[in-house]
């Protein structure tokens, strides 16, 4: 996964909404996770929640909502954009 994270490219597209609105990668954050934008919004995606859902995916546990409200249900209310970008990142394992 670090190897994932520090090949991404700043202006990245992270993630695409059924809109058309990309989340768009800005620079790791100071704990090494990702910052991102959503328009002018800034998101941070802790690398403790990247690690411990690739950590969880490979031993095949499913990265849902359910998984993110289990794991930080804080997080998970106050970003929840963060699962699709966590996601879109597991899948290029």
């Not at 950590?55 to 209310?77: C, F, K, R, T």
Request: overall charge negative.
């Amino acid at each position: 996964m670090e190897e994932i994270l520090n090949n991404l490219i700043v202006g990245e597209t992270l993630y695409t909404t059924a809109l058309g609105t990309n989340y768009l990668f800005i620079e790791r954050s100071n704990d090494g996770g990702v910052i991102y934008s959503i328009n002018i919004e800034r998101k941070i995606l802790p690398l403790n929640t990247i690690n411990t859902a690739f950590n969880d995916s490979l031993n095949g546990i499913e990265i849902n909502a359910q998984w993110y409200i289990n794991y930080n249900q804080h997080e998970y209310e106050t970003r929840g954009c963060n699962l699709s970008v966590l996601s879109e990142l597991l899948s290029r394992v």
